[in-house]
Nanobody, 125 residues
Framework: QVQLVESGGGLVQAGGSLRLSCAAS????????MGWFRQAPGKEREFVAV????????YYADSVKGRFTISRDNGKNTVHLQMSTLKPEDTAIYYC??????????????????WGQGTQVTVSS
């Protein structure tokens, strides 16, 4: 069984940057794709970014493309989300997720079977 723990959230001014990290334990980390999602108050959980098991360039939601970068270090069992040029509308709880039953990427939250507890990101205007 895989366990995920996020860190790195916080309060930042608009235009600033944050780097989120997700540490995985349990099953071999390099077997499966990893995603980042976010959920703002009163809204549904939405896709942010995903990266395949072998790393490389990720796939992004249009709202974050060009500002966020997903990466992974399979040797350290971690996945990161570098967030730049943050906007107030990026305020949300950010979750990392693992899709452990397939190597296929997905932007749908329901496709992921393991989730972290989330980390709060607040961007002030």
């Amino acid at each position: 069984q895989v366990q995920l723990v996020e860190s790195g959230g916080g309060l930042v001014q608009a235009g600033g940057s944050l780097r989120l990290s997700c540490a995985a334990s349990g099953r071999t980390f390099s077997d499966y794709p990893m995603g980042w999602f976010r959920q703002a108050p009163g809204k549904e959980r939405e896709f942010v970014a995903v990266i395949k098991w072998s790393g490389g360039s990720g796939y992004y939601a249009d709202s974050v493309k060009g500002r966020f970068t997903i990466s992974r270090d399979n040797g350290k069992n971690t996945v990161h989300l570098q967030m730049s040029t943050l906007k107030p509308e990026d305020t949300a709880i950010y979750y990392c997720a693992a899709r452990t039953n397939t190597a296929l990427l997905s932007t749908t939250p329901a496709a992921y079977d393991v989730w972290g507890q989330g980390t709060q990101v607040t961007v002030s205007s």
